[in-house]
């Protein structure tokens, strides 16, 4: 039974894609007192990074953190649509998902020569950034806007290259345009 309820569990699992966090990086489970699959913390790893830093001071000061996309895109779950053979996780037969993915490439995508955790360490930590507002629980404020801005960037490159390594994603992506022009085209007559 222990097995059972541990098969289900993301990083535990040879089969669940692992958890991950805002940037893409996966999220290790912590060694702890007890059986480690009964520990109920999760984490990634912290090294004074500055990113990492002022994501948290961000989430604090707006009262709330920031958030993974939704599974579903254009009418579908991407977790229920497997990527191709050649991208099975390594060290297991697991097949990982077209949402895994997106959330993997939205961290390891090079735009500009950066990744995403580069260019938000650049950003954060230039003179520009630092003139920019904070905000509050009620107002975006100009910082994080300027984050929010990057993340869409990276998330929709890694789409776009989701797409490319995924026939079947790039499939849905058509057929749900395509019924959002008929949908438009029979509203207007």
């Not at 007890?34 to 109920?40: F, H, N, T, V």
């Not at 230039?126 to 300027?146: E, M, T, V």
């Amino acid at each position: 039974m222990l097995q059972a309820i541990r098969s289900r569990l993301p990083g535990y699992s040879q089969e669940l894609d692992p958890r991950r966090n805002f940037l893409g990086e996966p999220v290790n489970v912590p060694a702890g007192f007890g059986p480690d699959w009964l520990s109920p913390f999760a984490y990634s790893e912290f090294r004074n990074e500055a990113v990492k830093t002022e994501l948290a001071r961000l989430a604090i000061v707006h009262e709330g953190g920031f958030r993974q996309p939704r599974p579903e895109r254009y009418g579908v779950d991407l977790r229920e649509i497997a990527m191709p053979a050649f991208s099975g996780l390594p060290g297991t037969s697991h097949r990982q998902s077209a949402f895994d993915r997106w959330l993997e490439l939205t961290g390891t995508l090079r735009v500009g020569g950066r990744t995403l955790k580069e260019t938000l360490e650049a950003v954060i930590q230039s003179a520009a950034y630092y003139r920019l507002s904070d905000g509050d629980a009620d107002f975006s404020g100009g910082r994080l806007i300027a984050v929010q801005r990057i993340v869409e960037q990276y998330r929709k490159a890694a789409e776009v290259q989701l797409w490319r390594e995924n026939p079947a994603v790039h499939q849905a992506y058509r057929e749900w345009k395509l019924n959002q022009a008929r949908a438009r085209t029979i509203g207007v007559q």
